[in-house]
């Protein structure tokens, strides 16, 4: 099988089916090229497969031998061969994962040129400018991407061209200057490298091309993959492909189009463009961009055929595209084209519209299947306040929602303010993919520099954080920022609003986002596709968490943690008295005092809950949480500042301390030692329910006991709960529905769960524990340093503690429930750990035949579009 396609090859399947093998990029323009047949300039995909081979084992047998058939081929097309000192041939190289990944990967331009093809190009075309600005361009992108020589060393001779000239933009240098310029680069490539910059074309060729395999696993590489949950074994592809050329002259042009706005939804194209210019120029933000309309005046016929092309990508795409093209001397050509990224309130707006455009025709199911869970979050994000603000300056609103933090001007400091829990805003003047780590740590970013489609707006809309680029006002310098005659240094506080544009000084309120009405359409087309399948229910502890689930959707609580309620403020003491209690008649003075207060908790989500099931889960953590700090208190005891009232409590702490407590004395074991405890819990529950009945209610309780390990220690701590049933129901004509269940969230749980369903009515599997004790990882001590290295190694796919393994804990969650089935089939089947809001682990679990999954109460809308998409198989 050859390394190396053609984009004009003829393939037995659509190219757009064949990402994994030609990568995004090179996919899409097979597709423009053999099937649309669009203006594309002709060129070559090397798969990724010649990337991973490379990857494994260095440059590959027989690569060579390819690249020189498809150069000579691409050159018979064009009539000029690459290199040529009369009449040169040049090509772009760049990257196409399978994935799209923005700003990722290297790009090199221009490929081809060297002293002597420039002078030809230059006598060729008549444009002596024109040769020498794309020489320098070539060297500088050759020297940063392929020979590893900082952008910033470029920039500086750049800068102090642009100070000799006099020149504010690098589109006024003449020619001497640009000449002084590419001999500025050459030395500075010779400084670094010890060696003169390549002049054979065949072996710049190489060089890019490796850069664009090696690249593959750069750290912001490797951190952008990590984030998406991206698999880093695919690999890339490369495409080489005959240049063409914006920055030609003023009949020439470059820009980023969009078939719909990508921030809006709107059904009306729009994008960046720049006269003279070449690509990297749109999309880095380095000169301010003009709009589609501004094309239409200044090239009518070409924005007319654009606007046919961006007409027939939709219909065959069935989606909003966006685009990449050049004018070069009055033509059109396009250069890519891709399923656009888009906002969350962009997204929902087009999955809606689309299922009523006649071009298109979705359908609800497929609707439905376009929505990500970053969508929903989208537009859950919250917004400025009502009030009124003084706006410091103004940019473009890039990506939505507003922010507020501590200004920080650098990646690297950005970080760290964030590891010191400090909320951060990254301003800058532009974003580069360096600044990739940068951006994820921070709550907003804001560039004075780029437009809507530069990298910073691209990369920020795509991870929902709120942006804003483009405000022209800011003067960075260092580590400050001068709007007028307002200065601001690092740390000082600002707010930004990514849905207007707007940056204020100071700490503006914030205020939940109102999604927009095609959120519901969408939520309510995802509830009809998984009604009777597959339920989402909320954790939630109280009655205010209850309402809110209840208002995004929940179908009941899955999880209502018992503990969160002892742990309050008039609640702790109490439990304190339990645990100090040294006689029966003390200890049931306290459970007497906590009953009180756990039926009031059950009474207000009950009613929350109104109708629809709540699952109680009896006191589940161990009793030294309750307890002072046991190290504390033994430094008060030695510097003899312990009251008798402390010294009581350190008595606690040291008899029920123990080194491994979640592997201890919690869950039903603690029941065993205390079985007052889980009696008291039943009784108040059911007090509580009958109450609500007796307000005219339905309350539909379900009795969850933890950590269960056999069927006698279940069926002893069912004995408990029936017997506080039997006691608080006695002599009552209308009882309430009680279902009682247990929480399998330990190996051997899952794997003789035929023989718990015995004694249970319910199954909810407890993720959380079940992955600590599966991997034998603490999820307190893992999240840092380990699991970082972990996943940038890939000796993890992903966090096990945000998405649920599926060869391990899956595994086990799939165990259990088929053996829960066999002994009842009408066992129902649960899960309520953090993974039941999580979209992959979602379909795990679908997958598992469970019947509900529960998550917080703001992650409800988006497990219900995720339970829809398994049920799709999506």
């Not at 953590?621 to 208190?633: Q, S, T, V, Y």
């Not at 004995?719 to 969230?745: F, N």
Request: proline share 5%; glycine share 10%; net charge neutral.
């Amino acid at each position: 099988m050859p390394y190396i396609y053609a984009f004009g090859h003829t393939y037995r399947r659509p190219p757009m089916k064949l990402k994994k093998l030609l990568g995004g990029k090179g996919a899409n323009l097979a597709e423009m090229t053999s099937v649309l047949k669009l203006p594309v300039p002709p060129g070559f995909t090397i798969t990724t497969e010649a990337c991973r081979a490379y990857l494994a084992g260095g440059w590959p047998d027989g690569l060579d031998a390819e690249i020189a058939r498809q150069v000579a081929k691409l050159e018979k097309i064009m009539g000029r061969r690459i290199g040529d000192p009369d009449d040169p041939q040049l090509v772009s190289v760049r990257s196409g994962a399978a994935f799209s990944m923005p700003g990722m990967m290297d790009t090199v331009l221009n490929l081809g040129l060297n002293d002597a093809s420039v002078v030809g190009l230059a006598e060729v075309t008549g444009q002596e400018r024109f040769a020498y600005d794309s020489y320098r361009r070539f060297i500088s992108m050759y020297g940063r991407i392929v020979l590893g020589i900082d952008a910033e060393s470029f920039d500086v001779l750049l800068d102090k061209a642009k100070e000799r000239a006099g020149v504010v933009n690098d589109a006024e240098l003449g020619v001497a200057e640009l000449r002084k310029l590419c001999g500025a680069y050459k030395s500075l490539v010779k400084r670094r490298t010890k060696a003169d910059f390549p002049q054979d074309p065949a072996d710049q060729l190489r060089g890019a091309i490796e850069a664009v395999f090696a690249s593959w696993n750069t750290p912001r590489a490797v951190a952008y993959r990590t984030r998406e949950k991206i698999s880093h074994d695919l690999g890339t592809a490369v495409n080489v492909q005959a240049m063409v050329f914006g920055n030609r002259d003023d009949n020439s042009g470059t820009g980023v189009g969009f078939t719909r706005n990508a921030a809006t939804g709107e059904n009306r194209p729009y994008g960046d463009f720049l006269v003279n210019a070449q690509g990297e120029d749109v999309v880095a933000g380095i000169r301010n961009t003009a709009d589609l309309d501004e094309l239409a005046k200044l090239f009518p016929k070409i924005h007319t055929q654009l606007l046919g092309i961006f007409d027939r990508l939709e219909r065959h795409y069935r989606d909003m595209c966006d685009t990449e093209f050049t004018i070069e001397q009055g033509k059109l050509w396009m250069l890519q084209t891709r399923v656009g990224k888009r906002t969350g309130r962009a997204a929902l707006k087009m999955a809606v519209d689309m299922t009523t455009d006649k071009r298109i025709r979705l359908t609800r199911d497929e609707a439905v299947a376009r929505i990500t869970a970053d969508h929903l979050d989208q537009v859950l994000h919250p917004q400025f306040g009502g009030g009124s603000v003084e706006v410091l300056t103004k940019g473009l609103a890039a990506s939505p929602g507003a922010a507020v933090g501590r200004v920080y001007f650098d990646s690297n400091r950005a970080v760290a303010a964030a590891e010191r829990h400090e909320k951060v805003i990254l301003v800058r003047n532009e974003t580069s993919p360096d600044d990739v780590h940068g951006m994820q740590a921070s709550q907003g970013i804001l560039t004075a520099r780029g437009g809507l489609v530069s990298h910073a707006a691209v990369v920020a809309r795509g991870w929902g954080i709120p942006a804003v680029v483009g405000a022209s006002d800011l003067r960075i310098d260092g580590r400050k920022v001068t709007v007028g005659a307002v200065t601001l240094g690092e740390g000082d506080v600002i707010s930004i609003n990514g849905s207007t544009g707007e940056v204020v000084v100071g700490e503006v309120e914030l205020v939940a986002a109102k999604p927009p009405e095609e959120f519901d359409t969408i939520l309510r087309w995802a509830d009809a596709i998984r009604k009777g399948r597959l339920a989402v229910r909320a954790n939630a502890d109280n009655g205010e968490d209850a309402l809110v689930a209840r208002s995004y959707g929940a179908e009941g609580i899955g999880l209502c943690r018992t503990e969160h309620m002892f742990l309050a403020e008039d609640r702790l003491p109490i439990v304190r008295q339990m645990i100090l209690a040294d006689t029966p008649a003390k200890e049931a003075k306290a459970l007497d005092a906590l009953h009180r207060a756990q039926k009031a908790d059950f009474v207000t989500i009950l009613e929350a809950m109104d109708g629809l099931p709540v699952t109680v889960r009896l006191l589940d953590p161990p009793l030294h949480e309750f307890l002072p700090d046991l190290d504390a208190l033994r430094i008060a005891e030695a510097r003899g500042k312990l009251s008798r009232q402390n010294a009581k409590l350190l008595a606690a702490a040291e008899y029920w301390h123990e080194f491994n407590p979640m592997l201890g004395t919690r869950g039903v074991r603690l029941g065993m030692l205390k079985p007052g405890l889980y009696a008291m819990q039943a009784r108040a529950l059911v007090e509580a329910a009958l109450e609500r009945i007796d307000a005219g209610g339905n309350p539909i309780v379900e009795v969850m006991i933890p950590l269960t390990v056999s069927r006698p220690e279940l069926a002893e701590a069912r004995g408990w709960v029936e017997t506080a049933i039997t006691e608080a129901t006695s002599g009552r004509r209308k009882k309430p529905t009680i279902h009682i269940g247990t929480m399998i969230e330990t190996p051997r749980a899952a794997l003789i769960a035929d023989e718990i369903a015995q004694e249970a009515d319910f199954f909810s599997f407890g993720t959380n524990d079940l992955t600590q004790m599966t991997f034998g990882f603490s999820r307190d001590d893992i999240e840092g340093r380990l699991m970082k290295t972990y996943l940038e190694r890939g000796l993890l796919e992903r966090n096990p503690f945000e998405t649920v393994d599926p060869d391990g804990v899956g595994e086990l969650v799939r165990i259990g429930a088929k053996k829960g089935r066999r002994t009842d089939p009408k066992l129902k089947l649960g899960v309520c750990g953090e993974h039941g809001g999580d979209p992959e682990s979602i379909r795990v679990f679908w997958d598992a035949g469970l019947d509900y999954v529960s998550c917080s109460p703001y992650r409800v809308p988006i497990a219900r579009l995720s339970a829809a998409q398994a049920v799709l198989g999506v």
